[in-house]
């Protein structure tokens, strides 16, 4: 697992990134408004990806990327020596994560590029290394090969699996707990122990569901398991400490509600569990396993809560509430102490403590906000002083990036709708130009506060930008997404016609001059907005997106499953009804230009889709320019595709609605 001398060369260079301070701060800025940033500024790979303090802090881990692939280096903090780089052989290999699970050792997870995709996949490989680049190795995956026929025990198993780290277990230097999942028709996961320098496996159990994923205590017992069934049932089982028979404690298709683990208590005599409603937002409840009680810890008004964990334990929530705010079960707590001095040091932004040394010490905070796309520090809990260490993109000048804020209004049907608006860059004369710009998914997902690259490009180029978290989207409770079952083209769409609506009311944009666009299920809620609203758009742009509905039914990676064809039928519609909510049936109806792209290795919206929406479109005699790009999936990975396809992209826009001009795209890698 050695890497090339062309690569560890260079990542030497990684040390040298490391500075005292960071340059200029957003408040020590001039006066004077410098010029807005380019697109070169965000489609650039980050400079790091990930970065984990050890557990004795004398070390930093972090993930680079460098040249086609990414790589894992370990530096010494006192001097920034460069004490070991690995990568996972081939080309276009990713590290996806890693976590240190001893003083000395780090496992990692890994993705490679697979086929004509440009984009790297998940393997379910896991590796591992020594601090100092010693005893690198494959632990588990499918290209583990034996030790040769004349050796009696075999430590590593030779078989066709994926594993996912469960548990890293904090006291065991030895040992991780691991879910391994068979590349066959068996869809029960097994959980294992596994020794982190030999590979070695021991079984512990096989989950009682389909799809399964599990948690431990804080003593490393396996404690529960949770998994999807084919039917889109949800269960949740629960065992003892000592082992034993899985017990159901939850099935969505009894209760109607999804009850997801999440952590143990401390004393690991409750469980934490994220509780749905019927209506209104998610819950946090700690259930008694031995009592089979159950109470309310934390329900915001109405906004689902997100877990936070620090050290190993469950300490709180992080509400996105149009900007993010964070919860604590013990507000007194050592933790909750930590995060309110972090809050004070680092006003306006978003602080997250990404790891901690074992005696709590100092903890690596990672800071980002609407303007800035991240800064690492180390903060020092004796001395509550935070030493900057390095910026994932420090190209990213925040005073030449703009703020987002929250926005609600209320829908036709007089449902809160939430989302954020992005001022330009760019000052004009009168009204900025909109784009409504539309998130995929749709179930589930949704737009929160933060650095968005694309918004900010948008932005930098002369417009205002509103995405919409429409019925459906998550976050707000399951009443709010099950409002947008079987709603595409009803009222999700309504409610991104009624943001727009909205925003002219209120003064933000020019009504002659607003653009929807979006990517997957975002790309067919913009064309369906030129269908629906073919006067209140002056264009739509749909990427990577799907447009023939009843073609959901019969290709896609979705349909490789029966819980997919399921979800299809449940969420989306039977067959023979979605024709009529389908842009490619309603082109005739489209009056405005219209930008497709799409990569020729899609298999979640496959590029069939845009092919059949460029024809129908050019026989309703509908402008239409498309973009193909042979090799990308579902979303571009190389830098050339991104560049082209953004160059094209704003051209469009400056066309139609009269933003900034996009330089002609630069021939460079």
Known sequence: MKSSAVLIAAVLSVASVLAPARAQTPAQAPAAAPAPHDIEDFIRKDKFQTLKISPTGEYFAATVPVERKTMLVILRRSDNKLMASTAIPG??????????????????????????????????????????????????????????????????????????????????????????????????????????????????????VRNADFLTDHAGNVRLAMGEDVDLSTRTYHRKASGGDWVLINDT??????????????????????????????????????????????????????????????VGVEVMDGLPRKEFFDPDSKYALLYRKLERAFPQQNVTVTSITRDGGQALVYAESDRTPGDFYVFDAKTNRAEYV??????????????????????????????????????????????????????????????????????????????????????YGRDFQEAGRRQWGGTMQDDLTD????????????????????????????????????????????YVGVYDLPTLHTDGDTQESTS???????WI????????????????????PVLLAAGGEDERAPIQHTQMMEKALRA??????????????????????ARDYYTSLLAFFHKHLGGREPAAAAKQD
């Not at 601090?131 to 026929?149: A, P």
């Not at 509780?275 to 009592?291: L, R």
């Not at 909510?581 to 405005?592: C, E, H, N, Y």
């Not at 790009?629 to 990975?637: I, K, M, N, R």
């Open 253 to 314: 298709h009894v209760s109607g509600v999804s009850k997801t683990p999440l952590g143990f208590s401390a004393d690991d005599k409750l469980v934490y569990l994220l509780v749905e409603h019927d209506k209104g937002p998610d819950s946090i409840d700690a259930w008694d396993p031995q009592t089979g009680e159950s109470h309310e810890v934390f329900r915001d008004d109405d906004t689902d809560p997100k877990p936070l964990y620090l050290g190993g334990e469950l």
């Open 564 to 570: 997919g064809k399921n979800f299809v039928d449940e």
């Open 91 to 208: 080309d276009y290999t990713q590290i996806l994560d890693f976590w240190w699970v001893s003083d000395e050792r780090v496992v990692f997870s890994g993705a490679e590029k697979i086929g004509a995709l440009e984009r790297p996949q998940p393997t379910g490989e896991l590796y591992a290394i020594n601090f100092d680049g010693s005893r690198g190795d494959l632990l588990v995956g499918l290209r583990v090969r034996g030790e040769g026929l004349g050796t009696r025990v075999q430590k590593k198993k030779v078989e066709a699996v994926a594993a996912y780290l469960v548990d890293d277990l904090t006291g065991d230097d030895k040992n991780v707990i691991i879910a391994v999942r068979p590349f066959s028709y068996d869809p029960y996961t097994r959980v294992e122990r596994m020794n982190v320098y030999t590979g070695q496996r021991i079984g512990i159990s096989v989950a009682p």
């Open 573 to 592: 519609g039977p067959r023979d009804t979605v024709t009529k909510v389908s842009p490619t049936r309603l082109a005739d109806r489209i009056k405005v």
């Open 620 to 641: 309703a005699g509908v402008p239409v320019e498309a973009h193909y790009y042979p090799t990308e999936g579902h979303g571009f990975y190389k830098v050339e595709n």
């Open 499 to 542: 943001a727009t609506r909205w925003a002219i009311a209120q003064g933000i944009a020019d009504p002659d001059r607003i653009c929807i666009y979006g990517a997957s299920y975002g790309a067919y809620a913009a064309l369906m907005g030129a269908v629906k609203e073919p006067t209140l758009y002056r264009c739509a742009v749909g």
């Open 390 to 475: 390095l910026s994932r993109q420090d190209w990213v000048d925040p005073k030449r990036t703009v703020k987002v804020a929250p926005v609600d209004f209320a829908s036709r049907d007089g449902k809160r709708i939430h989302g954020y608006l992005a001022s330009p860059a760019v000052k004009t004369a009168g009204k900025p130009p909109l784009i409504v710009f539309v998130h995929g998914g749709p179930f589930g997902v949704r737009d929160v506060w933060g650095f968005d690259r694309d918004v900010q490009m948008l932005a930098a180029y002369g417009y205002a930008v509103l995405q919409v978290n429409f019925r459906g989207s998550g976050g």
